[in-house]
């Protein structure tokens, strides 16, 4: 059985990456927007040109440029940030240029219909059932986006098919109606097949990336983690510290009480860690009694001070594992990287460095080393020790 806080920080890393997932499916066709927005252009000008109607040119104009604009969103989501914010003002943004580009469509559908030109009827008909179609094959991973797109392609013309009072047209709006119908079931079965499948992958790779006792991230997760967070708080002028720690007379506990209540007591410590922590931090169980702790974007060495000797309390605290009470202490070792950069390896070492000073020390401390000191080439530069 897993720590019940890694568990639920697991599903919450898992939904946001699954909405991830299914959000970059939406923009992912440029190519596809943008030959339907020249199509339906195309072909509607040629329809106004027969029909010699300049409002109806007007709204195909229109609705190309919606098209465009559609097309300049997914080009700039490319290079966007992702964050949580930010993935929901993008998707936000495709949602308003494809309803945009969707409303013109019916509009000059609409327009169409209230001629007596049957063949500028029938290819506008066919404009609107092909782009329903790709609407559907694109965008079917978020249904709150496609659905809106949907009712306002056919309303519009199902309006002006209906008030007409002619059987042939009544019959056109009633297929138009069962079309979308029909569409929005299909979608609805594709988004399901969608999200079966990315959840799937998902689980499956982030179970190769967990600690399978306490579902804290596992080494691999660790060094990917790491050298992200390097990244970005090099880039952003911040520090970022790694802690490592240990539990101080955890084989005691598994000589006295059994390896079952090692276990318990390893998932209790779990739990407490990651309620310590920021949602941009990471936890990770590298085995045994060793865990580690990437604080990410930290403005000083203070900062990763604090977080330690908070540590060192939490884990010291008594636990009641079944019907007994345990007690352990941690000792804490860790390395702040400058805002110049450090290397993931310069700071695993120097923290682990760091933990043995504080064992040697005794129970319960914690000690903070910067990792690559600004002046100076020496690596073991102590900053703190408490």
Known sequence: MLSRAATASSEIELKLALRAELVDRLFSNAVSIGAMGTLFT??????????????????????GLAAAAHVAVVRLYRGAPRTGAELSRWESRYAAAGFGSAAFVGLAAARTFLSDDLGSAMLMTGLIFGYAAGTMARAA????????????????????????????FAAQALLLVLFLVTGLETMMSLHRQ?????????????SARRDAL??????????????????????AGRCIAVHCL???GF?????????????????????????????????ARLGGDEFVLVQAQ??????????????????????????????????????????????PAALMAEADAALYASKARGRGRHTVRRATPPASHDVSALLLVS
């Open 42 to 63: 195309l072909f509607g000008l040629l329809v106004a040109s027969r029909m010699g109607d300049p409002l109806l040119a007007g709204l195909v104009v229109a609705g």
């Open 141 to 168: 991973t978020r249904p709150w986006v496609t659905a809106p797109r949907m009712l306002v392609l056919v309303a519009a013309p199902v309006a002006v098919l209906l008030s007409r009072h002619d059987l042939l």
């Open 194 to 206: 969608a999200v079966t499948e990315i959840d799937t992958s998902l689980r499956r790779r982030d």
């Open 214 to 235: 306490t579902g804290l991230a596992n080494r691999l997760s660790l060094d990917e983690v790491l050298a992200d967070r390097a990244a970005h708080a090099a880039a």
């Open 246 to 248: 240990d539990l101080d």
């Open 251 to 283: 084989k005691v506990v598994n000589d006295t009480h059994g390896h079952a209540a090692g276990d318990l007591l390893l998932q209790a410590v779990a739990d407490r860690l990651l309620a310590l922590v920021r949602p941009d931090d990471l936890v």
């Open 298 to 343: 930290v403005a000083d060495g203070l900062a990763a001070e604090r977080l330690a000797a908070a540590v060192v309390e939490a884990l010291g605290r008594p636990y009641r594992l079944g019907d007994r009470d345990l007690r352990v202490s941690a000792s804490v070792g860790v390395a702040v990287g400058a805002r110049s950069g450090a290397t």
